[in-house]
């Protein structure tokens, strides 16, 4: 190149990367200009062998040189090697990441031909793409800038790699590694980026970094940890004091990135920190922001959410930024766009913008009276807290029938598990029927403030797809749908008599051959059920099912009450061909494989779909996708919807079983206290019934057999789940407290010898997610033992343990109702509700339980022990409370569920 002597050090930091430093190191041995590199080694004290690694490197190359230092953070380990560096220019290298062959020679003669400060070239994440912002500038060829004001968008690149810095210009400028802080890397990068006179583009990527899939790195757990808040502040006060040695174009490339790469902090603070750490931040803000124009804030902030912060720094309003929801709290209107109901001066206007809404129908029932339509859904506004009511009047408006009704925002408990926030952002609005005119209507959610009004479109959503389904009131028949926009409307007819029900007929066979010859999603089906359906009219087919592969519980013991004791001949169970329990129907008949033709058939005429877990994941055909077949075919076919559940609901889980994410027609409960709570905070009404479970009809207690059933529930952050095997656990299993607790309680050497003495095995029976993970912790010992499920059910373990040990699962109200003594193991209390995402409901082990809470596996060994030296025996506190629990016990609970079922009306077809 330019001559033999060393013309680049490239400087590396490692700590714990045994598993990966082999393949970095192996990459910058193969540049092509890799004799012309110093190559400077800096491990941070690593634990894990990667410094061995490190000095093997050294020593197979002369230009290597491999240093060592306590474990001093990443920024003290390339300032160490920075301070050695004696060559033209230097480069920095994550010892997780790789060049390609070519990286170091591209970037060494593009900031050698051009004489500039740094060469930057373009950078892949692997082993998926990531579309960085700073990435705009790319894809245009090889360039030189004159400075980063040719290409503003470089300065959220805040990190040292994929670059070439001139070591002189570095040193000149006194730019180094922030030590002790994160982000420390910003700290030299993005100074040297405004700084910088040339600046050489190399159209070629240069960098490969890897993104691990640990849960733990500083970028993933970014919005969580308090330190983040306050080193990035610092970043952003360090380079707020450049701005006196800019030009006005650098300094707004400046005030680009202040804005831009604070907001997600700015808007989070107070969330994590109490009012003397707030008031801090806010001080610091107030000073970074105050000469920043707040229409230049308002364009580089993401939305209006991030923009209240900011509100509140340039109006010195704390409160604003502490507790924003005390001081919004509502909207208004000005020329057709919304406004934060907040004062302001013109000036500020920007900030108050609303910058999106969005309106969600999830429901469309008839009310009790039956003479409304009453519709439900949730409203987002960006940038209004919605932990109170908002107080801005709402309102619907059908148009197309000149009527516009009254709004009343609702408290959601689904909503706000997700996000407090969200708490009051469901709305319901009541449409008489008699007022609605026939045709089709848009819904629009209108927005009644104090200077004018302005509305919004109402968008489907899933669960209103599944309530899309005709619905009849006198002559009037009403179904909701969606345009090609996914905009709700509402269809209506308003005709009589058998000449009424032609035109309607007439009016959807149209809409089926329209849809087939677009051959629009599902045109087959479609047509295969319209010219069917005179064949299957009047049949009433009820498919059940629970997962593909399983018949064990309560849609199993449903079916075989439906064909043995009624003995109903539209009643169908789907499984797998493949499935261990298709034995468990041998004789029942009606039993159609999954995925089969039958099976397909079957789910264009089926009145009442059945499952003891979600309808959607287990009971559609694999190659039928949910959300085009909700749009096409549900509200076609109509079916009712019935949840048996798969154990007693008793915490708030609301954000996945609320009525407005399932759009059940009939939730089965197995208590009263369940029935009450599941009617009011998921808001089915009458729709959640005490009917009992059915598989309590067969729960008989066979004990005697010295079996104790160890049986946890799972962790959805642990496992990728059965039933989106693409979603990846976003914590290892290995590390986890539920490992940590397992490997305790089975390695526990005093409860090894009890189970001898006594003469027990301990069963462990993992949930059907954490199968793949846990079962191979269970040691090899004649105390212990796997359930294997393909011969024993879940039930059968249950009714044959004498003790039973779980955490949070409701297999234990199965075990209460058995009259089987049972401990609560909470080993991971903290983690399981914090990262689980599980919200307390009104059952509380520690009061409500059937048997004593346990912290820890050593006092889970202890509560073994004394259940087995007194005989396992439930106390008699845990026994009374079992029977306030379930006020009823008997064996109709089967007879019941059928009975509710077939009580649901039918498609209006």
């Known amino acids: 190149m330019v001559d033999l002597a060393p013309q680049v050090t490239i400087i590396v930091p490692v700590y ?77 290298v994550d010892s997780d990441d790789l060049l390609p062959p070519r990286a170091i020679e591209v970037l060494l003669k593009a900031i050698v031909t051009h004489k500039a400060s ?69 700290f030299l990068a993005i100074p040297m980026l405004l700084k910088a006179e040339r600046i050489a583009l190399v159209d070629e990527v240069v960098y490969q970094y890897r993104r691990r899939d640990t849960g733990n790195s500083i970028m993933d757990n970014l919005f969580l940890r308090e330190q983040n808040y306050w080193d990035h502040l610092e ?31 700015a808007m989070r603070a107070h969330t994590l920190f109490d009012d003397a750490a707030l008031w801090r931040i806010f001080e610091k803000c107030t000073q970074i922001y105050q000469d920043v124009d707040p229409a230049f804030i308002a364009r580089w902030s993401a939305d209006t959410r991030h923009r209240v912060a900011y509100l509140a720094f340039k109006t010195y309003d704390f409160d604003l930024f502490a507790r924003p929801w005390e001081r919004v709290h509502g909207v208004v209107a000005c020329g057709g766009e919304l406004h934060l109901d907040y004062p302001v001066t013109p000036a500020l206007l920007p900030l108050t913008r609303v ?49 516009t009704v009254p709004a009343t925002l609702e408290r959601r408990s689904d909503l706000k598990s997700a996000d407090d926030s969200r708490e009051w952002s469901g709305f319901v609005a009541e449409v008489p029927v008699a007022q609605m005119r026939t ?92 010219i069917t359906e005179p064949l299957m009219r009047g049949r009433d087919i009820w498919l059940v099912g629970e997962r593909k592969d399983t018949a064990q519980d309560n849609s199993w013991h449903l079916f075989r009450h439906l ?64 959300g085009p077949y909700l749009k096409h075919l549900n509200w076609r076919i109509g079916p009712a919807r019935v949840f048996l559940q798969h154990g007693v609901t008793d915490k708030d889980v609301s954000g996945g079983l609320h009525r407005a994410k399932t759009g059940v027609d009939l939730f089965v409960a197995a208590a009263g206290q369940e029935a ?70 089975f390695g526990s050497e005093e409860l090894r010898l009890s189970l001898r003495r006594h003469g027990y095995t301990l069963e462990f029976l993992p949930h059907y997610e954490m199968r793949n993970v846990s079962t191979a912790m269970v040691p090899a010992d004649p105390s212990f033992s796997v359930v294997d499920q393909t011969q024993r059910s879940v039930q059968d373990a249950l009714r044959q343990c004498d003790l039973f040990i779980t955490d949070y699962s409701s297999t234990a109200f199965d075990v209460a109702y058995l009259g089987t003594p049972l401990i609560y193991a909470h080993f991971d209390k903290e983690e399981y509700f914090s990262i689980g995402g599980y919200r307390k409901g009104y ?34 506190e845990y026994s009374r409370r079992a029977a306030d629990f379930f006020a009823v016990q008997d064996r109709n609970n089967s007879q019941r569920v059928a009975a509710a079922i077939a009580a649901l009306p039918g498609p209006q077809r």
């Open 235 to 265: 970043l952003c006060e360090t380079l707020a004091s450049l701005r006196p040695e800019l030009d006005v174009f650098r300094r707004e490339v400046l005030e680009r990135f202040l804005v831009r790469s604070y907001q997600g902090f």
């Open 843 to 876: 059952f509380e082990h520690e009061n409500h339980g059937f048997g004593p809470v346990c912290a820890t596996a050593e006092e889970t060994v202890n509560a073994i022990v004394s259940y087995l030296e007194n005989g396992c025996v439930r106390e008699e």
């Open 676 to 745: 009450e709570y599941v009617s009011k905070q998921f808001d089915y009404g009458d729709a959640a019934q005490r009917l009992g479970f059915p598989r309590f009809d067969a729960l008989v207690p066979e004990r005697g057999g010295r079996r104790i059933l160890l049986m946890p529930t799972w962790r959805s952050y642990l496992v990728s789940p059965s039933y989106n095997p693409a979603l990846r656990p976003r914590f290892p299993f290995d590390t986890s407290g539920y490992a940590r607790f397992l490997s305790e309680l």
């Open 118 to 186: 740094i060469a930057i070239g373009d950078m892949d994440t692997f082993p998926k793409p990531t579309a960085f912002l700073w990435k705009k500038p790319f894809g245009k060829g090889d360039r030189l800038l004159e400075t980063v004001v040719d290409a503003p968008d470089l300065i959220f690149d805040a990190g040292p790699c994929h670059k070439l810095y001139d070591l002189a210009q570095l040193r000149q400028h006194g730019l180094r590694f922030r030590e002790g802080v994160h982000f420390e890397d910003a």
């Open 563 to 626: 064909r043995k004791v009624e003995r109903r001949r539209n009643a169908y169970y789907v499984i797998a061909s493949d499935s261990p329990d298709r034995e468990r129907l041998r004789g029942l008949g009606n039993v159609v494989t999954y995925d089969s033709f039958r099976h397909k058939f079957l789910m264009l005429h089926a009145t009442k779909l059945i499952n003891s877990y979600d309808i959607d994941s287990y009971m559609l055909p694999s190659s039928w996708e949910r």
């Open 16 to 92: 714990n990367v045994a598993d990966y430093l082999p393949e970095t190191l192996g990459s910058i041995a193969a540049q092509t200009v890799f004799s012309q590199c110093h190559v400077i080694l800096v491990d941070d004290g690593s634990t894990d062998g990667s410094d061995l690694l490190a000095k093997q490197f050294a020593t197979e190359h002369s230009n290597v040189t491999a240093l060592q230092q306590r474990n001093s953070g990443p920024g003290a380990a390339r300032n160490v090697a920075l301070d050695l560096a004696d060559t033209p220019y230097v480069a920095f």
């Open 355 to 403: 910058s999106a809404v969005s309106v969600r129908l999830e429901q469309a029932r008839l009310t009790e009276s039956g003479d409304a339509l009453k519709l439900s859904g949730h409203v987002q506004i960006n940038g209004l807290p919605m932990h109170r009511p908002m107080r801005t009047p709402l309102g619907l408006r059908l148009r197309g029938s000149k009527l």
């Open 439 to 530: 045709g089709s209507h848009l819904l629009r959610l209108v927005f009644l403030t104090e200077t004018g009004q302005a509305s919004r479109q109402c968008l489907v959503s899933a669960a209103f797809l599944r309530d899309a389904v005709t619905k009849l009131v006198g002559d009037t028949r009403i179904l909701p749908g969606f345009d090609g926009r996914e905009n709700a409307n509402l269809l209506v007819q308003r005709a009589g008599g058998a000449e009424g029900r032609r035109r309607w007929r007439r009016m959807l066979v149209r809409k089926d051959l329209r849809h087939a010859l677009s051959r629009r999603p599902f045109w087959k089906q479609r047509l295969l059920r319209l």
